[in-house]
């Protein structure tokens, strides 16, 4: 009968029933082969307490009134056996000291005897106690002891297969590097979670990838340690998971009035501190988006609303915080149309190349063009980059439309170069995304090696936004491994992004492009002329050449040639056009190098050097514009 017993609680086991499952049976068979018994059995936790496991034939007030019960050498037959890790039989719970605190819960049951014994585990920690009470002031008889002496080692078993597994499931459900519950535990809570006044805040930790980058991923997971330890500080005890990266939730159950707002404002003031990060200090920034359940909302819908203000938050107000209402919807909802109208385009093949040539003012030859992004739509319409461009706001679309670029003007710039075309240079329109890509600028090598083109061809245009952030470094880094592989580099909207001249003296560039804004201003005793002469002369006494954006009108065009510009770019000589349009332009007005007798430095000055063509001599850029 013991062996059956045993076998019936390890096929339990082997099968992975619950531990409560599991015990319960192994009481109820023990009362069965022992009639009169009640079979007991409680956990003893780290701290030093019982608590009820099962006891399926105990009242329950008797059970609960046993829970967190503190073992000791007189505390009970449970608790002293405990303590004592040994067995202990009281034959008369009415009169035995160790039941003096204890016996007014157990005799009104009828409860007159019990003996108990610990549950070693297979270390020696003592897992609980298994106890039979009986009805009669008695001793257990040797049946009765070699009993429960038998079903020991199974408990043993079963409580210890339990506390593995829970230890595996808090390992799953735990994230290493805080300590706190992951993107796991977050998903099963949000499915328990039902339409109520409780509010989801999405926190996202600015720039880790910018601390990873510059100080090391060490340094990187200090931020993090060191912003959970702040919203630990902040929303403790309420719900705080790391989603992975530098994201974390934080869920508030319930939340009152601006609970939340009050919350995401206070953790922005304690976060934005001076923060030591593997000896390194970083000044951490964070931004939220939160949305209200509104006991109408469910989890799905208040998550996918929390994503949303994030979204928001992090385009509008970063370093802040967003609450999601209608009136984002139209807002957000747009853009993530335009996201999934490019992304389908992509996908499809439908973007292209178009080029807007680059002239010399004083001749009108082309010395060079600027590829922009086309999307043809499914009826055929070609819709310019302005109709698309909150799309590019998305780190993987811009760095999709980067690579499907590259593509095509490879392919263009190859094809004009074999049916002999004058083309010098494409100008090439890079975004902070393209930055942040492990493989970049080896897949523009790449493309332009399988396509035989030289680097020399490509100017890449970069604008200042993309030093925004903190990334410098990581800009000044790939900035100089692309002029080192031989392509040349262009500040292109000079003048409308921060601290334009720090950019000119931090990371050299070889071609500066005066942004439109100054252009339209070209007018009499308009400020816009004492910016644009200060750009110039700035950029001669550096060598650097100028092309001026956006010129429109002969008058523009005159002044800026006055002042000693002569390169230009805008409606005044054409507006972007299909490549093939563009090949055509070219073989009638591309500049022809062969016109180009010999050059040699002109004084040593970077930049320039003469152009010897019909016995003249004549300063140009030896950038061949």
């Known amino acids: 009968m013991l062996q059956s017993l045993q076998n019936i609680i390890l096929r339990m086991v082997a099968q992975g029933d619950e531990l409560q499952a599991t015990l319960e049976r192994l009481c109820v068979e023990v009362e069965y082969l022992l009639p009169g018994a009640v079979a007991s059995i409680l956990t003893l936790d780290d701290q030093g307490r019982l608590h009820p496991c099962v006891g399926p034939s105990l009242p329950m007030s008797y059970s ?65 106690t298994f106890a039979l009470y009986f009805r009669d002031a008695r001793a257990p008889s040797i049946l009765e002891q070699t009993i429960v002496e038998s079903c020991l080692p199974v408990c043993m078993i079963a409580m210890e297969r339990h506390e593995r597994l829970r230890e595996y499931r808090r390992l799953a459900f735990t994230d290493v590097l805080t300590g706190l519950p992951n993107r796991a535990k977050f998903n099963v809570a949000m499915d328990e979670m039902l339409p109520g006044d409780w509010a989801l805040l999405l926190v996202d930790v600015d720039n880790l990838k910018v601390v990873n980058d510059t100080f090391g991923h060490a340094a990187g997971d200090d931020l993090i340690a060191s912003a959970a330890r702040g919203l630990l500080s902040v929303v403790s005890p309420r719900a705080v998971y790391r989603l992975g990266g530098d994201e974390f939730a934080i869920v508030l159950e319930p939340a009152s009035g601006t609970e ?87 996908r499809d093949d439908r973007f292209e190349a178009w080029y807007q040539p680059i002239v010399r003012i004083d001749t009108g030859e082309i010395v060079g ?112 491994s692309m002029r080192a592989a031989g392509f040349k580099i262009a500040l292109d909207d000079f003048g409308t992004g921060f601290a334009s001249l720090t950019h000119l003296i931090t990371i050299p560039v070889d071609l500066i492009k005066i942004d439109k804004s100054f252009t339209d201003r070209l007018g009499d005793d308009d400020v816009g002329v004492a910016i644009v002469e200060g750009i110039l002369h700035i950029a ?20 800026l040639l006055t002042r000693g510009c002569t390169l230009g770019q805008g409606y005044l000589y054409a507006k972007a056009m299909p490549a093939s349009e563009m090949g055509v332009l070219l073989r009638a007005r591309g500049q022809k190098t062969d016109k180009v007798a010999a050059r040699v430095n002109v004084g040593g000055a970077p930049g320039r050097s003469l152009l010897i063509q019909k016995g003249k001599a004549r300063r140009v850029d030896a950038s061949n514009f």
């Open 64 to 128: 609960i009134a046993l829970d967190n019960l503190e073992i000791g050498p007189a505390v009970g037959s449970c608790g002293s056996a405990a303590f004592l890790g040994e067995a202990v039989i009281v034959d008369d719970i009415e009169h035995d000291p160790r039941w003096a605190e204890f016996k007014t819960l157990a005799l009104p049951h009828s409860l007159r005897a019990c003996y108990s014994n610990p549950i070693f585990g297979s270390k020696g920690k003592i897992l609980g």
């Open 540 to 559: 001669k006494r550096m060598g650097v050449p100028v092309v001026a954006e956006g010129v429109e009108t002969p008058a523009q065009a005159e002044m």
């Open 369 to 480: 063009v600027e590829a922009l992004a086309r999307m043809r739509l499914v009826t055929g319409e070609v819709l310019p980059a302005a109709a698309f461009h909150e799309a590019t706001k998305d780190a993987h679309v811009a760095a999709s439309l980067t690579r499907t670029m590259i593509k095509h003007i490879s392919m263009d710039l190859g094809s004009w170069l074999r049916s002999g075309i004058p083309i010098q240079h494409v100008g090439i329109n890079l975004s902070a995304a393209d930055f942040q890509c492990e493989d970049f600028p080896e897949s523009l090598q790449a493309a332009f090696a399988r396509e035989g083109v030289p680097l020399h061809h490509a100017i890449l245009e970069v604008t200042e936004s993309v030093y925004l952030g903190g990334r410098d470094q990581i800009v000044a880094k790939k900035i100089a």
């Open 260 to 346: 939340a707002e009050d919350i995401a404002a206070e953790f922005a003031r304690k976060v934005h501190q001076p923060t030591l990060c593997a000896g390194h200090t970083v000044f951490p920034s964070i931004t939220v988006g939160i949305a209200h359940s509104e006991q109408r909302y469910s989890a799905e819908e208040v998550r996918h609303f929390a994503d949303l203000a994030l979204y928001h938050a992090k385009d509008k107000a970063r370093g802040g915080f967003v609450t999601y209402d209608a009136a984002l919807t139209s807002t957000i909802a747009q853009r993530y149309e335009v996201v999934q109208s490019v992304a389908t385009a992509l």
